[in-house]
C-alpha cells in the first residue's frame, strides 16, 4: 500500500455528471500534484499545489478543477468530461517544493467517461 | 527527438537473470534521476532516486548514473516474477520553479518468467 491515498479506485460518469476524485497524504509533504495517464504511457502533469496554493496549472481545460482543502487533502472536480478524458488520474506528493523532492504516488482512479 | 529516450521493450528474462534497464536524456540540464515500477493498474513507485554520478545501491537494485555520457541505468539482480512490471525513469532539471514536472521515459515493460 502505498501513504499517498486515492478514492475511489474506479469512476463511471456520463459526460454531464459532475464528481470528484480525493487523494490523502499523512507525510507532512508540502507540495502535492494531479496527473493523467493514458494507457502505455508515461504520467502527465496536471496541477501542482504548493503549501496548499495552486502554483502550476498544465493548461488543462477548464472541465477539471483542483482544490486543496489543507495540506493533507487534495481533490479534483470533474464536470462535464470527454470520452478521451478517460485515463488513470494519479495523485503524488513531495516532500519539497523545490525541484529535487521525488514524488510518491498513490495508486490512481480509473475513470471512465461514457 | 524526446529529451528522455527508454527502450520500451517488452524484455523478457528468466527468473534470477540480472536486469538492466536504461535511459539516455539529451538535456545536461538534468540533475535528478529516478526510477519508478508501476505494476498493472497501480501507480507508480518509486524504488531509486539519486543526484550523483556512480552507483547507488538498494538490495537488488542498483542505480546508476553516467552524467557524462548522458546515461542512467537500473540493474535489478536475481530478478523475480514479482519484478515484472512497467520500470519508468524519470529525471528533473537544476534550479527554476518546474517542481513536479517530471520528465519520464516511455517506460520499459519487463516480464520475468519461472
Known amino acids: 500500500d502505498t501513504e499517498v491515498t486515492q478514492t475511489p479506485k474506479h469512476l463511471v460518469m456520463g459526460m454531464t455528471n459532475k464528481k470528484s476524485l480525493k487523494c490523502e497524504q499523512h507525510?507532512?509533504?508540502?507540495?502535492m500534484y494531479w496527473y493523467k495517464q493514458k494507457a502505455k504511457k508515461p504520467p502527465e502533469l496536471m496541477f501542482v499545489?504548493?503549501?496548499?496554493?495552486?502554483?502550476i496549472n498544465e493548461s488543462v481545460p477548464s472541465r477539471f478543477s483542483p482544490e486543496c482543502p489543507n495540506s493533507s487533502l487534495l481533490n479534483l472536480h470533474l464536470h462535464a468530461l470527454q470520452p478521451e478524458d478517460s485515463a488513470l488520474y494519479l495523485c503524488?506528493?513531495?516532500?519539497?517544493?523545490?525541484?529535487?523532492?521525488?514524488?510518491?504516488f498513490g495508486n490512481g482512479t480509473r475513470l471512465t467517461v461514457t | 527527438q524526446k529529451e528522455v529516450e527508454q527502450d520500451p521493450g517488452p524484455l523478457s528474462v528468466p527468473e534470477g537473470a540480472i536486469v538492466s534497464l536504461n535511459c539516455t536524456y539529451s538535456?545536461?540540464?538534468?540533475?535528478?534521476f529516478m526510477w519508478y515500477r508501476q505494476y498493472s493498474r497501480k501507480g507508480p513507485e518509486l524504488l531509486m532516486y539519486?543526484?550523483?554520478?556512480g552507483n547507488k545501491e538498494d538490495g537488488r537494485f542498483t542505480a546508476q548514473v553516467d552524467k557524462s555520457s548522458k546515461y542512467i541505468s537500473l540493474f535489478i539482480r536475481d530478478s523475480q516474477p514479482s519484478d515484472s512490471a512497467t520500470y519508468l525513469c524519470?529525471?528533473?532539471?537544476?534550479?527554476?520553479?518546474?517542481?513536479?514536472?517530471?520528465?519520464f521515459g516511455q517506460g520499459t515493460i519487463l516480464t520475468v518468467h519461472p
Open positions: 503524488a506528493s513531495s516532500q519539497g517544493t523545490a525541484n529535487n523532492s521525488p514524488l510518491h
Open positions: 507525510m507532512g509533504h508540502r507540495a
Open positions: 499545489y504548493s503549501y496548499e496554493k495552486l502554483s
Open positions: 538535456n545536461s540540464a538534468f540533475q535528478y
Open positions: 539519486t543526484y550523483s554520478s
Open positions: 524519470a529525471m528533473y532539471r537544476a534550479g527554476g520553479t518546474s517542481y513536479g514536472k517530471l520528465t
